[in-house]
């Protein structure tokens, strides 16, 4: 577990990543921040007395019980543009499916990537881009949203969107399309085509 220090009074538990460009901003934006990709329970957030949770590539449900101590100051970082892609592997089915591409900040709740949309962006890939290459864009591309926008969401100063249909999948989902993959993760969005899910 990592602790970062800010100058500031605001507590974050930030769970996911460990190296990535939010955690420095918020540091130097004076934050107090707890970094941690191990399992968190109610008894150590309660111990802790953390104003905001973010969740980042954090490989555990969080608990409802969790999330509720938050008082709506708990969000998800999703690389898929909700509500399509819940789940594992976003960017892989969003190719394969051909849905709609992008990135969405959205508050926790009890469901997996259901939560009201805080903020999203599509984002475009020209043919040449490779899974592996789409995936690198789609996590600077959230990290960036985040930055732009953290005033609004620390403050609430935004207009939550419910989500309604899309899509959502297991990790293990993909393991009857992977192997039709040439090139794995290095395979070009332009050779996925084949792979289409009408």
């Known amino acids: 577990m990592d602790y970062l220090i800010g100058g500031g009074q605001q507590r974050i538990l930030f769970l996911g990543y460990e190296e990535c460009q939010i955690s420095d901003f918020l540091v130097d934006a004076g934050c107090y921040?707890?970094?941690?990709?191990?399992?968190i329970n109610k008894i150590f957030i309660l111990n802790n007395k953390f104003d905001f949770l973010i969740s980042y590539?954090?490989?555990?449900?969080?608990?409802?019980e969790v999330i509720n101590l938050f008082n709506g100051n708990?969000?998800?970082?999703?690389?898929?543009?909700?509500?399509?892609?819940?789940?594992?592997?976003?960017n892989f089915w969003s190719f394969v499916e051909n849905s709609k591409k992008g990135v969405t900040i959205h508050l926790l709740d009890k469901g997996l990537d259901t939560g009201d949309i805080i903020v999203q962006?599509?984002?475009?890939?020209?043919?040449d881009e490779t899974l592996a290459s789409s995936y690198k864009k789609l996590n600077l591309e959230i990290q960036n949203l985040f930055i732009k926008n953290?005033?609004?969401?620390?403050?609430?100063?935004?207009?939550?969107?419910?989500?309604?249909g899309g899509t959502y999948h297991r990790s293990k989902d993909k393991?009857?399309?992977?192997?039709?993959?040439?090139?794995?993760?290095?395979?070009k969005i332009s050779d996925l085509k084949q792979l289409y899910i009408k």
Request: charged share 35%.
């Open 121 to 127: 962006k599509e984002i475009k890939f020209d043919k």
């Open 57 to 64: 590539g954090y490989r555990y449900i969080i608990d409802e």
């Open 74 to 90: 708990a969000i998800n970082l999703h690389i898929s543009y909700l509500p399509y892609n819940r789940g594992a592997d976003p």
């Open 33 to 39: 921040i707890v970094q941690t990709s191990d399992k």
């Open 150 to 164: 953290w005033d609004l969401i620390k403050t609430k100063s935004y207009k939550p969107k419910k989500q309604s």
């Open 175 to 187: 393991d009857r399309y992977f192997s039709l993959l040439p090139d794995g993760w290095d395979t």
